[in-house]
């Protein structure tokens, strides 16, 4: 007889060890579990509960969880922080001193527990929902309440500043828009929070618990099912408004998808079709609740059973449509290349819709025709709304939508008509012959001709009528020419220097300084705007403001920030841009926290758009002159958007940044301004090397040590970096970068083509997008400083 392997003997063991003391919820350092659809989960020793994978709806993924395990939809109560999703045969172990280590097929750690100081005794799956790590020292060293997915369960304690976020949906369980904390005045707030950074938002809804002497201190779940604030004198405010059923239930408090607050029950001994209960929830009317941004830009944010349900108004479809609070993109472009829009937009009427966050224009008194035409002949107008007499015209992205019936508004979107009119056939029948009489083709015959002769007399008159105007409108007695609101031939809004004095509040409110003047913070009637004065246009400019103006209001892409009006009053010329709230990229790359890899990447590629439309899609080549993180903004989605694009040639050439005659700002400038060379386009390629350089490595391009006066220069450590393999110092150990190391190769290259210092070896921006994508294949780059001193 063969001699059983002694391995084999240990395992056995082991498995026969997991399996008994699973009757008590126990698990012993060491075990594990595979992401299989027939794996065993670790169970609470009452059943109730279960820690192990449950399949993704609709693929072949798992998520590592906790979950109710004697109900039929097994919900799912905990998983870790972001939801990390795995593929089959990915694993779970119980490791000493690591905890809990979930590994994929490769063996790859995707998420841990956290490393422990004391030795592991074993793990346990409690019969309240909390999956514990039991240590010699202390007793407790993790466990799962302390660190909550999107749910609380009674028993469970939320201390102040610990974050519990919404999913993304139903389906996806990364951290969503949506939080509720206890933050440290002791307010129980639910608010917004940034995808990409995590920041808190507006708050839209409190608890009022943040007395001065008697604030809230813990979130509590009590055992029989009610939800309070405990305060700092023990006194409870209560949340479970109603009572509760009587009977043996399970309860959870869960922040949902869609931002709502809801704790529900269900029978723990469940009869058919039994689902669970609400017991109550807030906010109720998260719709009308301009705050909450429940449902996305573009959206709208209909009430139905107490819950949001968000919807793209016709003409819109979603950003993603596994995500229907993420916000909607318009089917169609509004551009002010268009000219009038009266004959190529028209308009889809919606009763009872409204985007209170998006107006900036308001029209007072105004009848329902003279709204339309206003917002027809607008490029900028997405959407009228009327009501009362009064009109508010509204731009993309529209915010805060809702449809109220009680609400009495009705709401024209602007569309784009297909080209011509469709065909008729006129009054025939099927068959094809005429069956109108001879009588009446005279009379239409007459009446067209009568028409044709009535309209081309007003025509004549009409032109007689804009030639007069013209000329003595816009000359002086003496034939010379008269400043008039349409010097800058665009139909963008003309102010008066006196009306943004008042726009601005006398320019108080500073938001930023750079090489063409200085930006405020204004409002032109409900609409926030950023003001720009131009401090260092040329003298005797108007021609070049002119000039300027025009091309920059005739631009119009996603990444470029819109130009809404302008300011040309004698020698007071400013320019008025769309505001944007989420600031710089130079605050995300080198003040806050840095932003996933991911995000970065995104940035990076629609930098890359905005300059390939000024270079090549523009009807003026625009060369800007002055790329670097400064000069790239973000808006709400933080999707990048280029500033000061087109302002280059209205800078005083004495007051420039660097040198006589350079434009930039130093540690961007390419090296052909220092020479006596041609400026093109590539000037733009090679700051957006430096600036992509920036964005891989989250590092200053030139770096100044007072101490020593050394200078590091970000171009060298990646010519450096990229040469000696060491990517990982580069970008400081991030590992979301290092673990996407195809496209961080990829991006850091194409950096170094852009910086080549003869301009010829550099790509256009058209191959640079199609390099960062990945549609072309990016070849060794040379030595980007092979000749002299670099810049």
């Not at 002497?213 to 939800?227: D, E, M, S």
């Not at 169609?332 to 819709?353: A, I, V």
């Not at 003026?620 to 694009?645: E, M, T, V």
């Amino acid at each position: 007889m063969a001699l059983v392997p002694i391995r084999l003997i240990s395992l056995v063991i082991l498995l026969h060890v997991v399996a008994a003391q699973q009757t008590n919820g126990s698990v012993p350092v060491g075990a594990s579990i595979s992401a299989t659809p027939d794996a065993k989960p670790w169970l609470s020793s009452s059943g109730e509960f279960a820690f192990g994978f449950q399949q993704v709806q609709g693929s072949d993924n798992f998520l590592l969880s906790v979950w109710y395990d004697k109900i039929p939809n097994k919900t799912i109560i905990w998983f870790p922080k972001g939801g990390p999703i795995v593929s089959t045969r990915s694993k779970v172990d119980l490791v000493d001193r690591r905890g809990l280590v979930l590994s994929d097929p490769q063996g790859n750690e995707v998420w841990s527990s956290g490393r422990n100081s004391s030795d592991i005794v074993y793990g346990y799956m409690n019969d309240t929902g909390n999956f514990a790590i039991v240590g010699r020292n202390p007793p407790n060293v993790w466990e799962s309440f302390k660190y909550p997915a999107d749910t609380i369960l009674p028993t469970q304690v939320i201390d102040i500043g610990v974050e519990i976020n919404s999913k993304l949906s139903k389906t996806n369980f990364s951290d969503g828009r949506f939080q509720l904390r206890l933050i440290s005045d002791g307010n129980l707030v639910l608010n917004i929070r940034d995808l990409f950074t995590g920041t808190p938002d507006n708050a839209y809804n409190t608890s009022g618990t943040n007395n001065s002497t008697n604030p809230g201190v813990q979130l509590i779940f009590g055992v029989g099912g009610y939800l309070y604030v405990l305060k700092r004198n023990g006194e409870r405010f209560n949340l479970t408004r109603d009572s509760l059923p009587t009977g043996d239930f399970y309860h959870r408090t869960t922040l949902d998808s869609d931002g709502v607050l809801t704790q529900y029950y269900h029978p723990k001994n469940p009869t058919d079709g039994a689902s669970w209960e609400i017991a109550w929830f807030v906010p109720e009317d998260i719709c009308i609740n301009n705050k909450s941004k429940a449902c996305g830009l573009n959206s709208v944010c209909i009430l139905e059973n107490n819950r949001p349900k968000c919807e793209c108004p016709e003409g819109f479809s979603w950003l993603d449509p596994n995500i229907t609070n993420g916000g909607c993109k318009p089917n169609f472009t509004l551009s002010c290349d268009d000219g009038d829009g009266g004959d190529m937009f028209d308009f889809n009427e919606l009763n009872d819709f409204d985007w209170p966050g998006s107006d900036f224009v308001s029209l007072n008194p105004s009848d329902e025709q003279t709204c339309r035409n206003s917002c027809l002949k607008d490029c900028l107008c997405a959407v009228a709304i009327y009501r009362d007499n009064r009109c508010w015209k509204k731009q993309l992205p529209l915010a805060n939508g809702f449809r109220d019936p009680s609400y009495n508004v009705k709401a024209l979107l602007k569309f784009k008509k297909v080209d011509g009119p469709s065909g008729t056939g006129g009054n025939k029948s099927p068959t094809g012959e005429d069956k109108s009489g001879t009588g009446e083709d005279e009379s239409r015959s007459l009446i067209f001709m009568g028409a044709f002769i009535v309209t081309s007399v007003v025509g004549v008159f009409a032109l007689i009528g804009v030639i007069y105007m013209y000329f003595f409108q816009t000359h002086k007695k003496d034939g010379t020419p008269l400043l008039s609101k349409t010097t800058v031939e665009t139909n963008l809004p003309r102010f008066t220097y006196q009306e943004l004095i008042t726009a601005t509040n006398g320019f108080k409110d500073e938001l930023g300084r750079g090489a063409f003047g200085t930006v405020y913070k204004g409002v032109i009637g409900t609409k926030i705007v950023a003001v720009k004065k131009l401090e260092t246009v040329v003298q005797d400019g108007q021609k070049e403001f002119q000039a300027e103006v025009n091309t920059i209001a005739r631009t119009h892409h996603k990444n470029l920030v819109q130009l809404l009006g302008y300011c040309d009053d004698g020698e007071k010329r400013l320019l008025i841009y769309e505001y944007l709230s989420n600031r710089t990229l130079a605050f995300y790359l080198f003040e806050d926290k840095r932003p996933s890899w991911k995000h970065r990447s995104s940035i990076a590629v629609g930098v890359a758009k905005g300059l390939t439309y000024l270079h090549e899609d523009c009807s003026n080549q625009i060369i800007h002159c002055d790329i670097k993180p400064q000069n790239i903004l973000l808006d709400d989605y933080y999707n990048a958007k280029i500033a000061d694009f087109g302002l280059a040639k209205l800078l005083m050439i004495n007051q420039s940044k660097t040198n006589t005659g350079i434009r930039g700002t130093k540690g961007y400038v390419a090296p052909e301004w220092f020479r006596n060379t041609t400026v093109t386009t590539k000037v733009d390629v090679y700051s957006f090397g430096v600036l992509l350089l920036e964005i891989i490595s989250c590092r200053k391009s030139v770096v100044f040590d007072d101490d020593s006066e050394d200078v590091s220069v970000l171009t060298d450590m990646a010519w450096d970096c990229y040469q000696e393999g060491r990517l990982n110092a580069f970008v400081e150990n991030d590992l979301e970068a290092l673990d996407d190391s195809e496209k961080l190769t990829t991006f850091i290259m194409v950096g170094l083509w852009c910086v080549q210092e003869n301009p010829s070896l550099r790509p256009t921006m058209k191959k640079v997008i199609q390099m960062l994508e990945g549609g072309i294949e990016v070849t060794e780059p040379p030595c980007p400083f092979p000749f002299s001193v670099k810049f």
